[in-house]
Structures are given as C-alpha cells and as structure tokens.
C-alpha cells in the first residue's frame, strides 16, 4: 500500500498578529498568501463559509500559490445551519459555482462544519451526504464533515460516512468532542489547543504525539491535511513548521 501525502497548514493567511511573528514584519499584506504558500502544503481557507467569492479572487488564488499546495476551504454557513441539511441544494450549487473550479488541482477538500446544537438524525445525514457531488468540472471533489455534538458518535454514523468517502474531521477543541473515526480515504485534523505561553502552541511531547497519529494515518494509504487554527492563533504557524519538521 502506498503511503498516504501529509500536508501541514493554517487556517487562513490574513492575521495581524503574524505580522513579525510569522511573516517578516516589512512583507507587503498583499504577498502575504504567497509567503504563507512556501511554508506550507495547504490553507484551510474560512472567508468561504461567510459569503462567496468572485471568479477573479479565485483565479488570483491559484496563480499565486506554488503547484503542490491545496486549499481546503469551508463550506457555505448558507447550507449548514438550515433547519434540515436535506434542504442544502440549492445552496450547494451555488457554493458549488462561484468559481472554485478555477484552482484545479489545487482544489482540496471542503469542510462541511456543522453547528454545536445540530443532533444526529440518520435520514438528514443521508439526504445531505446524497446532495455532494463528487467531482466539479471533471475535478474530484473530496468532503469531510465536522460534527460538534456527541449525538454523532455512532456507528451508524460513521457507515454513512464510510460508503460515501466522507471524512470525520479530528478535533482537540476542548468545547466539541473528538470523534475520532477513520471513515474516508483521506483524513483531516484541525487542531486547536495551541497555547500562547509555549513557543510552537503545543509543547515538544504533545507535537511528537500528534506526529505519530499522523504517520499512522499516512501508513495507512490515507493523504492527511492537518490545519493549525485556533487557540493562541498567534502560535499556529509556528506549531505547524514544529510539526512538518517533525514529519519531514
């Protein structure tokens, strides 16, 4: 079995507090992207949960990152926080043609993060999971979900998962349970416990921790994408080059 590709990355680009931290304090903001791309092999990007983007930002997008990297990205919050996800048609085709097509390999996986009050119920999950395409202008599309209440934790749940090829993403907030589940071809972290007072967010022991986890998942013939994104977000982009080196 082959191994699986490891990307390592951050939420966004866009944080001022990175300024002198993480990007050299006299880089203009609008090379900001193309720095943060040849630090790492993907971006998790979050303006796309909130509203969409124009053809033009999404062509720009793609010129400006270096061939290799990926760009996960939320899906729309328009689709998400419906009553019921089954009703989420109209706002996936959408999403679906604003222009993401233009990143062409460079397009990675969408996050479908579902609201903390959302109980599992089987027949939503289904008509939802049956409204994802699965490839977008001859692109493959990949799906994971992020479930934020422990209701999900079932085995059914995790079948639904599993026959569509639908990740489970793997979590540390200390707000939403982990459910850790290996349901899809791929797997997705985002990892958000990063602590200010310690210089790479997470301490040396903790990163070589989550390193195991991720060589397990690559063994496995999985490709990973892991996300630093929140906590001391100050902290993310360092904790994410401690662990690329660690994995290197």
């Not at 990973?224 to 902290?235: C, E, L, Q, W």
Request: hydrophobic share 40%; proline share 5%; aromatic share 12%.
């Amino acid at each position: 079995m082959a191994r699986g590709l490891i990307r390592i990355g951050i939420g966004g680009w866009t944080y001022l507090p990175w300024r002198g931290t993480f990007y050299p304090s006299d880089l203009p903001q609008k090379r900001e992207l193309e720095y943060a791309a040849q630090q790492f092999a993907a971006i998790e990007i979050n303006a796309t949960f909130y509203g969409r983007q124009s053809p033009k930002t999404w062509l720009n997008w793609a010129q400006t990152v270096p061939d290799g990297l990926q760009f996960a990205m939320k899906g729309s919050r328009y689709c998400v926080t419906r009553p019921k996800l089954a009703d989420a048609g109209q706002g996936i085709e959408t999403y679906l043609a604003q222009g993401l097509s233009a990143l062409g390999e460079k397009l990675g996986p969408i996050l479908w993060m579902l609201a903390a009050r959302r109980h599992y119920d089987a027949d939503d999950i289904a008509a939802f999971f049956a409204l994802l395409p699965r490839e977008l202008d001859g692109i493959p599309l990949r799906h994971a979900i992020e479930p934020r209440h422990e209701s999900f934790r079932d085995e059914r749940f995790f079948d639904q998962c599993r026959k569509q090829d639908i990740a489970i993403v793997f979590g540390d907030a200390d707000d939403f349970p982990c459910i850790a589940a290996d349901t899809a071809s791929f797997a997705y972290a985002r990892l958000q416990c990063m602590r200010e007072g310690v210089e790479t967010g997470y301490t040396a022991a903790r990163l070589d921790e989550i390193a195991e986890q991720v060589k397990r998942w690559a063994d496995d013939g999985r490709d990973v994408y892991v996300f630093m994104i929140n906590g001391a977000k100050v902290r993310a982009p360092a904790a994410a080059l401690a662990l690329q080196e660690r994995l290197r």
